[in-house]
């Protein structure tokens, strides 16, 4: 079983759940218009005066943030922090703010153990770098590692810090808006960035009263590694996955990015999971798109909505712009007529990701348990030169690489892959060469020119998605990035996959690309035993 004990937000609304709830409740925003880049644009960034508070020394912004909302959190608890603790991280882009000519960021896996250590935490910190899906994986991740005894307690964090290199990044994929985002509405015109950070503490230990993830699942649509697929597939798959049972919920709380084709495709799905009469609301116009930690907070704003029995409004919704039938709380919140016992959170992003929670309170406790053996594996030395694959240009080295690899083990593009396949990849640096490629794009102010294709690639879980689209997988895709290469830790990460029944098998394993002559690919095939 799995229970949420504790939680902690901290963005520019306030430093706790409480203060930021409040806030939200009294329907105040902290998005405002900026003109720091070469372009306006409209996001909820800390103050100075706020990152006086927050920053400590020796430690980046990034780890800083992290470090206060779990001490935060923890402070409401007594947890013991041993081996039987596991914190997991979630972010979209860690310090890439610190890269530059000179030097390059601490690396997320190592920068996750600098913060496990600062809370007195000595286990192996896992991060989760899955665009921005990532807060909720690491919910999910959480549930089945204390589902299935792997640990006592699992602290979930999901943290991002804005940066030139992000913003810059969204605005040459035209998805900013100058104004406030409208999650919806007919007038909305793109997402505003965020940033912040978030915690729950879990226990496998206690449920009383608390709230539970009763079912968490991934699905890629396969479709395109930045656009969603229009009829809504990927959501529309998660949804069911975790809706199994069609157990009543009070509310959906969305994505809600307020960009043209993720809202369009999340209204699709909705209606087609049957959820048309159940109220939906998106928290985004309060204190933007926070990535890796967008998950997390509005789960606890959700949560903590409910504990009152009542929805949260999508500020800067009016009109729907929507063609999927959805019932949009609007601008006060909503009472629930019924004790809200379970809700349902919907998330989607780049590389084809999207992911789906079902919480509720007071649910029976569960465990899990099943084997896999692993079968096939792969190794970059057994693969074709990168430089010979024409078709796969496009790509960034660290994609050609997982779908040569991909390749090799799932035969071929035009082989029949099982539709249960999960891809489930790590590595230590993330998309560290990516990240010097776009950044060069954007070094000089007077030669500032973005390049969308660069960016993409900077988010290391589109090599999962790149390898489903090939393959049309349609199953769960996850990146991970890990202090250093750890073969135990990998595979019980894998085996946690299996804690989804739909998934049959596992194409996963470590991917690592610094450059030409730095890169690892040791992949394997992990089969479920029957």
Known sequence: MNAIIAHNVICPLGGTSEEVYQAVKEGRSSLARHESLPFPFTASLFTPEQWATLEIDGYTPFESLAINSIRRALAQQDIPLNDRTVLILSSTKGNVADLNDQSEPIPLGRSAQRIAKAIGLSTTTITVSNACISGVSAMILAARLLDMGAYDYAIACGVDVQSTFI????????????????????????????????????????????????????????????????KG??????????????????????????????????????????????????????????????GIIE?????????????????????????GRINVVNKSAMRVDTPATAFLKIISGFGGGNAAMLLAKGVPSRT???????QHSISAERL??????????RMDPLARLGVLAADCLLDSPQGDTPQKTAIVLFNSRSSIHADRVFWRSIAEVEDFFPSPSAFVYTLPNIVTGEIAIRHQIHSETTFYILPEKDPALVEQIISATFADEEIDQVLGGWLEYIDETHYEADLAIYKRKS
Not at 384 to 393: A, F, N, V
């Open 233 to 294: 597939d990927g959501a529309l798959a998660a949804i069911q996955a975790v809706m199994k049972d069609e157990t009543p919920i009070a509310m959906v709380n969305a994505h809600g990015t307020a960009t043209m084709y993720n809202d369009q495709m999340e209204s699709v799905a909705i209606e087609r999971s049957g959820l048309s009469h159940v109220p939906v609301n998106a928290l985004k116009g309060y204190f933007g798109h926070t990535m890796g930690a967008a």
């Open 368 to 374: 899990i348990s099943f084997e896999f053996t692993r």
């Open 167 to 230: 913003i810059a990044g969204f605005q040459s994929l035209k998805a900013l808006s100058e104004e406030p985002c409208r999650p919806f509405d007919i007038e909305r015109l793109g997402l505003n960035l965020g940033e912040g950070a978030a915690t729950v503490v879990m226990s496998n230990r206690e449920n009383g009263d608390h709230w539970s993830i009763v079912a968490g699942a991934t699905r890629n649509d396969a479709y395109h590694i930045t656009n969603p697929s229009p």
């Open 384 to 393: 074709p030169s990168m430089r010979q694959q024409p078709t796969l240009r």
């Open 299 to 323: 789960t606890i704003m959700c949560i903590k909505g409910l504990d009152e029995d009542v929805i949260l409004p999508t500020r800067g919704f009016d009109e729907i712009g929507v063609s």
